[in-house]
């Protein structure tokens, strides 16, 4: 099994929601997070004084899965996330070594 994390930007959520959906993931866990690569930030303009944001929002997602899907998800992660810019992400994938279920304490792969 292996975990997925993978950072996009917040308005490709859906997108990649869908996309997720369609290939046959059943769960995800979603955290709202701020960040930057290299981006390095930006500057805005309010109120007529311009100031700099380091850290950018982003939305980080994690799924578990099967070795066997981690390619698949990968790539429609990829497919559905990009814009082309600078900013689009990242994914890790991590080896996971167990999940246990707490309702009906499965665990390993039917655990997921």
Known sequence: ?????????PF???DVREALSEIGVRGMTLTEVKGY???KGHTEL???SEYKIDFLPKIKIEIIAKDSMVETIV????????TGQ????????????DV?????????????
């Open 100 to 112: 246990i279920r707490v309702r009906t304490e499965e665990s390993g792969e039917d655990a997921i």
């Open 1 to 9: 099994m292996k975990k997925i994390e993978a950072i996009i930007r």
């Open 12 to 14: 490709k959520l859906d």
């Open 75 to 82: 790539s429609t992660i990829v497919k559905a996330g990009k």
């Open 86 to 97: 600078v900013g689009d992400g990242k994914i890790f994938v991590t080896p996971v070594e």
């Open 37 to 39: 690569g290299r981006q």
């Open 46 to 48: 309010y109120r007529g």
